[in-house]
């Protein structure tokens, strides 16, 4: 009787091990299936700066708010991070380490996002930094 015990306990662990490689296969396959249908692109973004509805140009300095004060823009440069995409169903995708140098006046005033995944996208959220 002791040995049908261990025959059946033997046998079991072997089905187990079998069941638990087939398992890790076939998740294996699903995850490289996905990843394949994953693809990922470089997202262009430029910036436009407007002040008052009107555009800030490399030429004009001086603009006039709403209580008819003037304001002089010598310099605005900054630098861009934690950027993140919110997707249709309000999910977040979070872009690490990536970086983007903006200057108004002088240029540049886009930016590429490396490695986004190629998805629809409602909102970009993002910090910015006084350079």
């Known amino acids: 009787m002791a040995d049908l015990l261990l025959l059946q306990a033997t046998y079991m662990k072997k089905f187990y091990r079998k069941s638990w490689i087939v398992s890790f296969f076939i998740a294996m396959l699903i995850g490289s299936a996905l990843s394949f249908s994953m693809t990922s692109v470089n997202m262009s973004v430029h910036v436009d700066h407007v002040f008052n509805d009107r555009p800030l140009s490399r030429d004009e300095g001086a603009f006039t708010n709403n209580a ?64």
């Open 68 to 131: 008819g004060n003037i304001i002089s823009i010598t310099r605005l440069s900054y630098i861009l991070s934690n950027f993140q995409l919110q997707k249709p169903d309000n999910s977040w995708i979070k872009l690490e380490n990536q970086y983007a140098y903006i200057n108004a006046k002088e240029g540049p005033t886009s930016f590429e996002l490396i490695e986004v995944l190629e998805d629809k996208y409602k909102e970009l959220q993002l910090r910015a930094f006084n350079d």
